[in-house]
Structure formats: C-alpha cells, structure tokens
C-alpha cells in the first residue's frame, strides 16, 4: 500500500470537514474573487489625471529630490486609487457569493474586509507588503480573531 500514497497511516479529509479544509477552499475562493476584481478595476478619469498631475510636477521639477518626491506620489496615488477599486468591486463579488457565508465590513466602517464571527476568522485584502507590516494583525486579530492577508499584488 505505501507504493500508492505517500502516508498510509495519514488522514484523508474526503467531506472537507476539517478546519483547514475551509480555510484553504476559503482563501481560495476569496483569492479568485480578487484576482476577478482585478482584471476588472480601471482607473477613473479623475484618478489618471491626478496621476498624471504629479508626473508632470515631476518633469517640471527644479531638483532631482523634488522630480523623485513627484514620482513616488505618482506612484503610490496609483497604488492607492488601483486598491480601492480592487477593493470595492471584491467586497461586490463576495457580498453576492452565497457559497462562502461571510461578513463583509462597509466601506468606512472600521473592520477588516471579510469575516467570520462563528469561527473568530477574518481575510484582509490588502499588499503582500502590506500585511507584512503587521498593522492589518494589529489592527483587527483582538475583536476579529485570526487573519490572513489576500494580496491583489
């Protein structure tokens, strides 16, 4: 028999009973709704141009720490803009998936952005660098209870 599987004495979890079943079809669902929204965010106008307006301070920009300075904001307010439309459009797709029985947290509203009250559980969509920090665990683990990061990065 230890020719066919690499554990015979090991557990098969065929129903997907266990914890760790959930969490991993869990996660695994809310990542296919975020790599969805992420395909389908776009920039609005608004946002491109306030981009753009710190390109061109940058081109406009009398010193190299002042063309720098312009182009990191460039950067992260297109970061920034990018996330909240993941965000949104997640939040959209997980409020209508049936399937996954879980809260999500209002825009504006303090909270991370999917939970699960009966299991203490929560799923933040966020950068993986983001999550790295820890501010999301800090911010959410004492009332929300045990977090994974879903990174749309």
Do not use: C
Not at 122 to 145: I, P, R, S, V
Request: zero cysteines.
């Amino acid at each position: 028999m230890y020719g066919y599987v690499s554990d015979p004495t090991g557990w098969l979890d065929v129903f997907g009973l266990s914890s760790s079943s959930y969490n991993a079809e869990v996660k695994r669902k809310l990542q296919a709704h975020t790599d969805a929204a992420r395909e389908e965010a776009s920039l609005s106008r608004k946002q491109m141009a306030s981009i753009e307006r710190s390109k061109n301070r940058a081109n406009n920009a009398k010193t190299q720490k002042e063309r720098d300075y312009h182009l990191r904001r460039a950067e992260s307010k297109k970061q920034m803009y990018m996330g909240t439309q993941i965000d949104t459009i997640f939040k959209r797709r997980v409020e209508s998936d049936t399937t996954l029985g879980l809260s999500v947290t209002a825009r504006g509203k303090f909270g991370p952005d999917v939970y699960n009250s009966d299991t203490k559980q929560y799923w933040d969509l966020t950068t993986e660098k983001g999550w790295n920090k820890g501010t999301h665990q800090n911010k959410y683990d004492k009332e929300f209870g045990t977090g994974v990061g879903i990174f749309w990065d």
